[in-house]
T-cell receptor, first 113, second 113 residues
Framework: GQQLNQSPQSMFIQEGEDVSMNCTSS?????WLWYKQDPGEGPVLLIA?????ELTSNGRLTAQFGTTRKDSFLNISASIPSDVGIYFC??????FGAGKSTFGDGTTLTVKP | ETGVTQTPRHLVMGMTNKKSLKCEQH?????MYWYKQSAKKPLELMFV???????ENNSVPSRFSPECPNSSHLFLHLHTLQPEDSALYLC????????????FGSGTQLSVL
């Protein structure tokens, strides 16, 4: 099956720094999604991307759908302590439904005040 | 509040017990899912229900038995579990077909003794 390589696996940063993480795949997706999971909670959808090259923002978060349709990037600007958590990327194929999403292994973000 | 409610939040059970996990979604979605999340492992899709019908069982052992009485409710019945079944069990819902991603509950943290 399809696999996503998400990197980095973990990040330790100082409050106020910017963060970048990415996801790559060996095959194309029609939709890229980014989720955040707080400790003890389920993942929450942050951003959904539907077109190659699309750049979408949600507050301090910006995500891009790679032009090859095989990768996606998430940037967080001016990090704050509540950004702590695990960030997952997910790729989805049209007509297969959200439940058939392929998930990355996650990037664990730690923010030091 | 994601619109998906899971109970209980925490569950400790012995290997001979029978228990059930409950999930309810208030989003009007027509697809519901069970995922398993173990420490240091990616999200594993267990079961998919579309319009109350089970459409996918990802080789899940029979000691896990799902039930979907209607499009808003999903159960996972557990019996004679093993210690390695200890994990976070997440329920999710989505619209099918659709590309807007998954809406997860907060999960049930299960410990099997």
């Amino acid at each position: 099956g399809q696999q996503l390589n998400q990197s980095p696996q973990s990040m330790f940063i100082q409050e106020g720094e910017d963060v970048s993480m990415n996801c790559t795949s060996s095959s194309i997706f029609n939709t890229w999604l980014w989720y955040k999971q707080d400790p003890g909670e389920g993942p929450v959808l942050l951003i959904a991307l539907y077109k190659a090259g699309e750049l979408t923002s949600n507050g301090r978060l910006t995500a891009q759908f790679g032009t090859t349709r095989k990768d996606s990037f998430l940037n967080i600007s001016a990090s704050i302590p509540s950004d702590v958590g695990i960030y997952f990327c997910a790729g989805q194929l049209r007509n297969f439904g959200a439940g058939k999403s392929t998930f990355g292994d996650g990037t664990t973000l730690t923010v030091k005040p | 509040e994601t619109g998906v409610t899971q109970t209980p939040r925490h569950l400790v059970m012995g290997m001979t017990n029978k228990k059930s996990l409950k999930c309810e979604q208030h989003l009007g979605h027509n697809a519901m899912y069970w995922y398993k999340q173990s420490a240091k492992k990616p999200l594993e899709l267990m079961f998919v229900y579309n319009f109350k019908e089970q459409t996918e069982n990802n080789s899940v052992p029979s000691r896990f038995s799902p039930e979907c009485p209607n499009s808003s409710h999903l159960f996972l019945h557990l019996h004679t579990l093993q210690p390695e079944d200890s994990a976070l069990y997440l329920c999710a819902s989505s619209q099918w077909p659709g590309e807007d991603g998954l809406f997860f509950g907060s999960g049930t943290q299960l410990s099997v003794l």
